[in-house]
């Protein structure tokens, strides 16, 4: 009998395939006949499908088939695989039927077969007739012609017969497969990739070694699984390269690679070529070249190589690996050196494949290498240039023939650089790599020093570039000099007073000869103990600094000693002189236009109170960050930009950023910087009041910290979940919690969040009758707000003084904090504030004036998405004797979470375009929109959009 699959569970990402085998299935059992052909490359997931058809076909009678190639030259072989079991049946065909289908199945004669084909159906149909069935034959293609040509036959002519034909065969199928009802597997998503890889792989699998297998296997199952089978432990968890292409291991590989072996040379060759580079413009370079595009014919007819768009591309994903690593090294060498000459004019690429052909080392070649990574903008290719480079470089201990001499002279410099001295690379503020000066070493370590310099700058260029894991290689491959730069990478990735530690110990060592490396370790050192919000460290590093003002005066020397000056002024309360210093930083940053140094104008920025200037600044960073392929710089300006949003309100620009700066600092490997954005996130989703969401990024970004023994970001998530406490009317345990930051040490709090929450501890203290001794931050809030000139915070001053003061006196306040809200931009601020004064104006029984104040704070809520906000509005409105329409308390009626989902609903996203930004299933917002229209009392799309977009819900710019 034929051996049926097992049992097994439903493919994933396979939901439009599966919808339609089962309504084959249910044909079938309702007494129709229909015939469906999945078509798909090999190892896509063509038997899977079929294998699960099988299981959900428990009730139905099954036979199957599947292809074995070896049989395709034995006539009727495939049909007779499948009647197999239904063969006692045949007593009841007519004679002539039997007799045919006796002696094809037994003696294999072939010479007649349209009665062949008409006695298969008149045997299934018999089969059919007692129960229903399935017919299910894998790769139909590569079965012997005539047993295809029977089971097609058979396939277009059921019709009542209660009988599902599937069948699956490669894309490019024959001509006599023509008739069911075709059905091409699309490539699996991404997601659905990466949970194969996490199944199929023996060792933990990294994110970034994740997301590039992912890449390589362009959504085919078999090659996600098999590329996993060829990972070492190392490679795994990111600390071996994956090499490109990535190795794979498996059948459908030796499939690949036993074709390759019987192709001319030339069509190897030719297909070398096109797995190392697959670009347009390669195929642009080799027709210009006069290389033959006929040389490549053999590989289209091995099923190797097909053609799309006019150009030829593998076939497979697993033809590149199969290809390039089952191709002797000579070849390999030899197809480098063939694109070498095809992009002499592209300096980078050609030496990139000059390297790549090369075995061992060569001075005179990483010297070349090393002038071109000098000359190039494009960090990414800067950092292979350099890491092949320092490959290449030969050390004390190379063979005879290698070693470098007394003298290196870059290529194309013309200019010799003294044995002694070999190069140190410096980074400077987060950004761009230069060289610096290097201490004098011994004869016998020249080539070890500057081969450990090269992997330093390559190291530095591919951290820049976001590729966190080859920086990491190249800094442990660098040794002990990569150690500050190592330390650099643990500020946004690792604990933060460990890199404090280590970076100023560093700026010590440097600092007597090379006092701009010594400053720009020391900013380092600060930022680090800035981040973990000890500013004590802060104070002394800036300090340590300053002394070296004298000798360190390069225009972005004293950025760093203006911003440094500037920070610590501000935190120490000097606010006036700060603000100077810091508003010299936006000015340079703006003339120097360097993505690094546009990043400290940011922070300047934010410091100052400048925001507008500070959104300026961070869009043109983000600009310049991508432009120069500088994707490290780019979540650390979104954070700034973000918080710059969320002083303005508007809170769906600040979603956008942050949601873009989590998803690329993870991607860059920047886990502190991550834990700010989920902070930023936390925070949006306080005031929106969407508590699980709030609690869930909090919790996150709170773990991180405690982890990394980062303050600000802890700081941020503690602060947004007051802030929902405070929404959601719990003003005590708000309170309580603020207090706690304005009291907490490293680690737990920051300056400038003690300094920027007073006006919400404040609200949270009066409201919950918390007796908070306040007096000090309001003092510090308004030395700092009458030094930036910032309007909003000057309003924020008021209304602290306004909740402080009694009767009259509060009153005044909270109405001049309202003027001051016209000129701030602010209209979450100022809807809180005209809340507040509401609030009060109702209890001094001024009701007139309470509703006026109330109802504008509300229709500003609701048009935030500022839930619970705009239901304290209207609940106070309500008290003040003021009315609420029917279509706005059924709006109130909806969750936080509800609301929003209806709000992107109604600016026309799709269920899953909805459940892409709120980080929801598809299912989940499927089950919220039915209850919001519930709630509502509608039954369409149409409906919610006329309702929300009535002129008090609309979603209105929070921009004045």
Known sequence: ?????????????????????????????????????????PGSGKSALLAHAVTEAADL????????????????????????????YLP???????????????????????????????L????????????????????????????????????VEGVATLLTADADVLGDLAGPARLALSPLPDRVLSDLLDERSPHPLAAGV??????????????????????????????????????????????????????????????????????????????AAGLDPGDLEPAVAA????????????????VRTACYHRSPLGERHAAHRALADLYADLPAVAARHRAAAVAGTDPVLAAELTAIARNTTEHATAALLWERAAELTPTADAPSGSRSTGTVREAGSGAARPSGRAAEPVTTTDGTVREGRAPAIAEDRIGAKIREDRFLMAARHAWIAGDHRRARRDAHRAGDAADPFAAQMDLRAGVA?????????????????????ALELFHHAGEAGCLAGDHDRYFATAARARALAERADSPRDRVLLDYMAGKSAIFRGRHAQGVDALRRVQVAADHLGEPDVLVLGVISG????????????????????????????????????????????RLSLAEESATEGLRTALATGQENCAGHHRAALAFVAAIRGEEETCRGLAGAALATAEAHDVGLPAALASWALALLDLGAGRAREAAVRLRALTRSGPGRSHAAVRLLLTPHLVEAAVRGGLDTRVDAGVATLHAWAEATGNDTARALVARCRGLLADGDRAQEDLFRALELHTSGYCDFEQARTRLLLGTRLRRSRHPGSAREHLTEAREIFERLGAVPWAAQAAAELRAAGGAVSGAETRLSDLSPQQLRIARHVADGATNREVAARMFLSTRTVDHHLRNIYSKLGIRSRVELSRLIDRPAFADRSTCR
């Open 124 to 159: 299934l149909t018999e089969a059919a007739a007692e129960h229903p069935l399935l017919v299910c034959v894998d790769d139909l293609h590569l079965m012997d012609r005539s047993s295809r040509q029977a089971i097609a036959f058979a396939a277009r002519r059921f019709s």
């Open 303 to 318: 099923g190797l190589v097909r053609h799309e768009a006019g150009r030829p591309v593998p076939a497979h994903p697993l």
């Open 92 to 122: 009841r065909l007519p004679a002539a039927q039997r007799e045919v289908l006796d002696e094809a199945l037994s003696l294999g004669r072939d010479d007649r077969p349209f009665p062949l084909a008409a006695a298969a159906l008149a």
């Open 210 to 287: 994740r997301a590039d297998l992912v890449a390589a296997a362009r959504g085919n199952p078999r090659a996600a699984g098999e590329l996993a089978d060829a990972l070492t432990p190392g490679q795994a968890c990111g600390d071996a390269p994956l090499g490109e292409p990535p190795r794979s291991h498996g059948t459908l590989t030796d499939t690949c690679a036993r074709l390759l072996r019987s192709l001319p040379a030339d069509t190897r060759h030719r297909l070398l070529l096109m797995v190392l580079d697959e670009t347009a413009e390669h195929h642009d370079r080799a027709e």
């Open 497 to 517: 007073i460990d890199a404090f530690h280590r970076l100023s110990a560093a700026a010590e060592r440097l600092a007597d000869h090379d006092p701009s490396r």
């Open 1 to 41: 009998m034929t051996r049926v699959p097992p049992t097994v569970t439903a493919p994933s990402g396979r939901e439009r395939e599966l919808a339609a085998v089962r309504r084959l299935l249910h044909a079938a059992r309702s007494g129709r006949s229909d015939a469906l052909l999945v078509t798909g490359g």
């Open 606 to 649: 934010l410091l100052c109170g400048d925001h507008i200037r500070t959104r300026a600044l961070a869009g043109r960073a983000v600009l310049i960050a991508r432009r120069t392929g500088a994707a490290a710089l780019v979540p650390q300006a979104l954070e700034f930009l973000t918080y710059a949003e969320l002083w303005f309100g």
């Open 61 to 88: 009678t099954v036979l199957y088939a599947r292809a074995v190639p070896e049989e395709s030259e034995l006539a009727h072989a495939g049909l007779h695989q499948l009647l197999r079991t239904v063969l006692p």
